[in-house]
Structure formats: structure tokens, C-alpha cells
């Protein structure tokens, strides 16, 4: 059974910092697509970053370029995405997924099998 776990969410002030981890179990993590993906109130999931778990391109949204980084711990399945700057538009629910392995990961989400139960994130003005 693929599992997904989020955690690491929470509230912070604008200018603040993050670090979400997503664990991964039941799955073949060493090639993967992982995804963040992100959904505020009223608004469409988006694609915040992707990478291939065996060591392909990092893709990541306009709108968090140079703020957010993915990285990952291949010895704990774990996936992680490190937020800096953290803006008030970056508030929403964060999901980790999962999804067959390739170079360059698809950034929408119906390249990806497997999901997480979503972590929440507020960041306050």
C-alpha cells in the first residue's frame, strides 16, 4: 500500500520560514516523479516544484523560484521542501505526490498516481 505523509506545516509571518517533509512508503522511491502541489481556498491545485527521485531536472513555479527549494533523503524515502520568504499568496494546503519516474517530472498533477493528505500552511501579512 503507497503511503504519502505530509507534515511541517503551520503559521507563520510573512518573511518566515517552513520546512514541509513528505515520507514516502510502499512505493519505488528510487525513481520517481515527486511533487509539491498547493491549493488555496477557491483556487485550482497548483504545481509549486517537481523533480525525478533518480536524478533529474528540478522544475519549479514562477512564483516561488528562489524562495522554495525541494530536496530529498533517499536512505528515509523523504521528500522536502524547504520555504523561505514565505508571502501571505503562499498560504493553501500542501500535498506531496508521487508518480511514475522520468527525466522531467510533469508539473500538473495528472502525471502523479499518489498523494498525500496535504499539510496546511498560513502565512500572515
Known amino acids: 500500500q503507497v503511503q504519502l505523509v505530509e507534515s511541517g506545516g503551520g503559521s507563520v509571518q510573512a518573511g518566515g520560514s517552513l520546512r514541509l517533509s513528505c515520507v514516502v512508503s510502499?512505493?519505488?522511491?528510487?525513481?520517481?516523479?515527486m511533487g509539491w502541489f498547493r491549493q488555496a481556498p477557491g483556487k485550482e491545485r497548483e504545481g509549486v516544484a517537481t523533480?525525478?527521485?533518480?536524478?533529474?531536472?528540478?522544475v519549479y513555479a514562477d512564483s516561488v523560484k528562489g524562495r522554495f527549494t525541494i530536496s530529498q533523503d533517499n536512505a528515509k524515502n523523504t521528500v522536502y521542501l524547504q520555504m523561505n520568504s514565505l508571502k501571505p499568496e503562499d498560504t493553501a494546503m500542501y500535498y506531496c505526490?508521487?508518480?511514475?519516474?522520468?527525466?522531467?517530472?510533469?508539473?500538473?498533477?495528472?502525471?502523479?498516481?499518489?498523494w498525500g493528505q496535504g499539510t496546511q500552511v498560513t502565512v500572515s501579512s
Open positions: 523533480f525525478y527521485t533518480g536524478g533529474g531536472v528540478t
Open positions: 510502499g512505493y519505488t522511491y528510487s525513481s520517481a516523479c
Open positions: 505526490a508521487a508518480g511514475p519516474g522520468r527525466w522531467i517530472c510533469p508539473r500538473g498533477e495528472s502525471g502523479y498516481s499518489y
